[in-house]
């Protein structure tokens, strides 16, 4: 019940913060310069169609009545017309999303994978030589450049010893798997520095503490006393941790998937930018913004799971 | 280091082993910050020294010399599908990335420390407005909200300054409004609000200097999420418009010669690596000078 209590309270706080979202997209077309009818169109418009476009974009009202509409439409799920696509902005982000979503999911699977025992082996043997080494991650990692990595995966894993495909995502659920290992790795790479770090530090807080230390002379093994005792009270900023930074991410698979030519949402903003059709520019930046609103309240929902505190305060 | 060996042990004797390893741990730490420092310097005078490096225009093309192999005669590091020195690219990109990526933190540094000031020294309204904001921008990818403001604002270097600095603000508000709700209940600051000084004096005369630190010393990752923001807009044939040399866009461009010229993409990608790790040294030596 408490916890129902707190998932409500939660949803209830996102309201304004997605109003804030949408007169943030909303605005993002004002930014451009000039009318932005005549500069979508290029030069080479003429003074029918820019007119035609100008009311269509609703131009010629005032801003918050044109501010109104946009709501409006949003609300009902209208995120408009592709200028580029023969086809609505929504249903262009409904298709392209299912490669984002595996995207991250085998991302943060790889980050957990990599991430978890290399933070606890460090933790447990800390100051130990496999702990310096851990700990040498982070400072490399931080200014590893994500589209290159990928581009080295490739070469390397891809087209040098043609393990996993090069690019796409195939047709079949088998070949979605493998062709989201590298992608998944790249993304991977971007958060097992932070997670292991945060969750190092969080592990050899939690092995000083009075019950661990009990656990200990009680004569459970290391392992248990690790993995069954520690981890778990471990977990629980790390996961506050790994959530904020998933939304960091979540950007990141807009690079990750033009790398590796995943047709996502990320690979149709780049396009939809380089064809300068606005419109889906504008949905898609909305639909990132919503998926980190999603991954920080899921984040929030499971911390609530692992510590009862949260929930109760 | 081996009197710790397991996580028992560890629990239950610290003591007197901790303090020489905080000793030996300090003393390695200043080797980070100055390693970082020493890196950090050669890179920058690399990229000002370009034209002593190299004698080649990095934006000249000469299409007879396409696709020299690194290490042909007046071209150590080869040339590109435009027959342009990579060396000399490298290096004149590393003039064009590094302005752009520590020039990009100063205004969100500036702007969002002095909103944080306000935002915890008021408290209240303001504060709650300021949150709001803050709020409504985290909720954005920083890349995604980086990219579709350059795409509005128009391509160009203007244009990535504004987009993020937009974006990068909320970061420092947030440290410096943290550090300024603990610093403002201290006895010094309650003693200069009680000698009526006027509010901006004791903001910037007296907590500006206890609260900066934090901000400072994020700024340093921070240059280097920045340098990777504009590698990967160049990547992403967002960034510096061209011919102007960038690592992103030359990793970009060798991309599509991968299988049989490697080193296209792999050699700026490196240089970006090395800086980065420079700049991750020394913002790693900075938070532990400020934690002892």
């Known amino acids: ?313 | 280091m081996s009197a710790v060996t397991t996580p028992g042990t560890g629990a239950l004797g610290p003591g007197a082993v901790d303090a020489g390893r905080t000793r030996r741990r300090g003393r390695r730490r200043n080797l980070t910050l100055i390693s970082g420092l020493v890196l950090f310097g050669l890179i920058v005078l690399c990229a000002l020294c370009a034209p002593l490096l190299t004698g080649q225009d990095p934006i000249k093309q000469n299409l007879p010399q396409a696709f020299l192999t690194p290490g042909s005669p007046g071209h150590p590091l080869g040339t590109d599908a435009f027959g342009r020195d990579v060396f000399a690219r490298l290096l004149y990109g590393a003039r064009v990335d590094l302005r752009v990526g520590v020039l990009a933190v100063v205004s969100p540094f500036i702007i969002g420390t002095i909103i944080g000031l306000v935002a915890g020294w008021f408290g209240g309204w303001v504060d709650t407005v300021i949150g709001r904001i803050v709020d409504i921008v985290v909720a954005f990818p920083f890349l995604v909200l980086v990219i579709a403001l350059v795409f509005a604002m128009g391509s160009g270097t203007l244009s990535i300054y504004v987009a993020i600095t937009l974006v990068g603000w909320v970061a420092y508000c947030r440290i410096v409004r943290g550090q300024v709700l603990v610093a403002r209940e201290q006895e010094y600051a309650l003693a200069a609000k009680a000698s009526g000084l006027p509010t901006w004096r004791i903001l910037l005369r007296h907590l500006l200097p206890n609260v900066i630190l934090q901000a400072f010393v994020y700024s340093m990752s921070d240059i280097v999420l920045t340098l990777l923001a504009i590698v990967t807009l160049g990547f992403l044939g967002l960034g510096v418009p061209p011919p102007t040399p960038d690592w992103g866009t030359m990793i970009q461009e060798g991309q599509q010669f991968i299988l049989t010229k490697w080193y296209m993409s792999t050699i700026p990608g490196l240089a970006i690596v090395v800086t980065g790790l420079a700049l991750a040294l020394i913002a790693d030596g900075i938070v532990d000078k400020a934690n002892k």
């Open chain 1, 1 to 313: 019940m408490r916890y129902l209590i707190y998932i409500l309270k939660r949803l209830i706080a996102l309201i304004p913060v997605l109003f804030g979202i949408s007169l943030v997209v909303f605005f993002l077309v004002r930014l451009i310069p000039g009318d932005p009818a005549t500069t979508l169109l290029g030069v080479h418009a003429n003074a029918q169609s820019i007119a035609a476009l100008r009311e269509q974009m609703g131009l010629d009202k005032s801003l918050v009545s044109q501010y109104l509409t946009f709501l409006g439409h949003l609300l009902q799920g209208d995120l408009g017309y592709s200028y580029v696509y023969s086809s609505s902005v929504l249903g262009l982000i409904t298709t392209s999303l299912p490669p984002t979503i595996w995207l991250l999911v085998s991302g943060t699977l790889f980050t957990l994978v990599i991430a978890v025992p290399l933070a606890v082996i460090a933790a447990a043997r800390r100051n130990g030589v496999l702990d310096n080494i851990i700990r040498a991650v982070p400072v490399v990692g931080l200014g590893l450049p994500s589209f290159w990595l990928g581009i080295m995966l490739i070469l390397l894993f891809g087209l040098k010893l043609g393990w996993f495909p090069v690019g796409g995502y195939g047709t079949t659920f088998a070949a979605h798997i493998r062709g989201m290992v590298l992608p998944g790795i790249t993304i991977a790479f971007i958060l097992v520095p932070i997670l292991i770090r945060s969750l190092r530090a969080s592990m050899i807080d939690v092995l000083n503490s009075d019950y661990i230390v009990t656990a200990n002379s009680k004569g459970i093994s290391t392992a248990r006393v690790v993995f069954g005792h520690a981890l778990r009270n471990a977990a629980t900023s790390s996961v506050h941790v790994l959530g904020v930074n998933l939304a960091y991410l979540v950007g990141t698979t807009l690079v990750v998937e033009r790398v590796f030519s995943l047709p996502g949402i990320g690979e149709q903003m780049i396009n939809s930018i380089l064809g300068r059709d606005f419109p889906t520019v504008q949905g898609i930046t909305l639909t990132f913004a919503i998926m980190v609103v999603i991954v920080n309240l899921l984040t929030d929902l499971t911390q609530a799971v692992l510590d009862p505190r949260v929930r109760l305060s």
